[in-house]
Nanobody
Framework: VQLQASGGGLVQPGGSLRLSCAVS?????????IGWFRQVPGKGREGVSC????????YYADSVKGRFVISRDKTKNTMYLQMNSLKPEDTAVYYC???????????????????WGQGTQVTVSS
């Protein structure tokens, strides 16, 4: 299984970015969870937005609600994170992740995921 994240970069406060994560050898068809996590130096990986196929309900961290949207395209086996109204505190390395068989209450927790992308840097600065 491979996850390839892309789309990070430098953006001014208030700007937008869309992260993509191409997933191979892991089909987005049945009983999966996918998520975006972020990490800053000295801290653990924070669940930003995750979704489980069991419920179809997405989780969003309070800090990104109303600004970020997670989505997936099953035909392309790709997941996305649309990030709007970016703030300097959104600066981090963003990782995509995937797993099978995670219950809804666990999808926000990094340790439940088996497969990870390499990370893409997002820097929000003027």
């Amino acid at each position: 299984v491979q996850l390839q994240a892309s789309g990070g970069g430098l953006v001014q406060p208030g700007g937008s970015l869309r992260l993509s994560c191409a997933v191979s050898r892991f089909t987005l068809d049945d009983d999966y969870a996918i998520g975006w996590f972020r990490q800053v130096p000295g801290k653990g990986r924070e669940g930003v937005s995750c979704i489980s196929s069991r419920t179809g309900h997405a989780y969003y961290a309070d800090s990104v609600k109303g600004r970020f949207v997670i989505s997936r395209d099953k035909t392309k086996n790709t997941m996305y994170l649309q990030m709007n109204s970016l703030k300097p505190e959104d600066t981090a390395v963003y990782y995509c992740a995937a797993a099978r068989g995670i219950i809804q209450s666990s999808i926000r927790t990094a340790r439940h995921y088996d497969y990870w992308g390499q990370g893409t840097q997002v820097t929000v600065s003027s």
